[in-house]
């Protein structure tokens, strides 16, 4: 009843992280982590999130019925956790109770191991499990089935995987799925605009040419027949796919200290950095340059 509960209730967070500490925590967890939230991503991590004193299994409980997706990073030593395990149990019920978006959930993340050594057990994940069965009663068997399963049908699922690549990469692949599957629109430009699907195909055909090029496209055209409205459009549309982004509006009488706002706006927003301190429209032209280009 608790996973069907958690459908109908707004989701706090869109991302829950599961991982095993010990393996990814200071590395590539916390680098996904600080990416995700550097682009809008709320992210639950159970050391940013869970207050001190807090009752931490019923805390990570109520964090994953209060997600939108889950993203589990499979390490080789994330079945020797039994709060890991227990926490994927939790998600898998979540995500498969009257969800038939559940394979749209959830994303592995293949750390150094095989989908195969995860989904049956090989490994350090049968090393892992051979340990949790010593001694183990009727009612920790039973635990232990949930766990296999739990395994079994996340290593079905399309996920990524960090081999010899750089992780950086896998990174932004992860973020690139994560604000697709959310569906963010990041400006209104309104429904069933007539004609925009046209239009965001024109201007698609020639961006898709080359993706490493810098393009400059005028849509030109008398007054208020929708041409910031379709600039609108392609940048919901594309925005997702690079690394900074950032949209302005102009107008021909923008004085100094307008031009300052917009420069400050252009960096922060593409660099997704805050602590940037310019202080007159010129100096802003030499950090664009710098920055930028």
């Not at 949790?132 to 049908?153: F, M, P, S, V, Y």
Request: glycine residues 6%; contains cysteine; proline residues 1%.
């Amino acid at each position: 009843m608790a996973s069907s509960s958690s459908s109908s209730r707004p989701h706090i967070y869109d991302v829950f992280l599961s991982f095993r500490g010990e393996d990814t925590r200071k590395n590539f967890t916390d680098h996904l982590y600080n990416t995700l939230i550097a682009y809008g991503v709320r992210t639950f991590r159970d050391d940013e999130e869970l207050q001190k004193g807090d009752d931490i299994k019923s805390g990570l409980s109520t964090a994953i019925q209060d997600s939108n997706l889950f993203l589990i990073i499979f390490s080789e030593n994330y079945a020797t956790s039994k709060w890991c395990l227990n926490e994927l149990v939790k998600i898998t019920e979540c995500t498969t109770a009257a969800d038939d978006q559940a394979g749209k959930r959830v994303i592995p993340v293949f750390y150094h191991v095989n989908p195969r050594d995860v989904g049956h057990q090989w490994g350090s994940f049968q090393d892992a499990f051979l340990n949790h069965e010593k001694d183990a009663d009727q009612e920790k068997k039973e635990l232990i089935g949930k766990w296999r399963i739990a395994l079994e049908k996340a290593a079905m699922l399309s996920g990524n995987h960090v081999n010899n690549q750089h992780e950086t990469e896998v990174i932004k692949k992860i973020r690139e799925v994560i604000i697709t599957r959310l569906n963010r629109t990041r400006l209104h430009v309104g429904d069933n605009i007539v004609g925009m699907d046209f239009h965001l195909k024109q201007l698609n055909s020639m961006i898709k040419t080359r993706r490493d090029d810098v393009y400059m496209i005028d849509i030109y055209g008398i007054g208020r027949i929708g041409k910031t409205t379709i600039a609108m459009a392609i940048y919901n549309d594309i925005s997702s796919q690079f690394d900074g982004d950032c949209f302005l509006q102009v107008d021909g009488k923008t004085s100094n200290s307008g031009l300052l706002e917009l420069q400050k706006k252009l960096l922060e927003s593409t660099l997704k950095d805050q602590s940037l301190a310019i202080h007159d429209h010129s100096e802003g032209i030499n950090v664009i340059k710098e920055r930028l280009c």
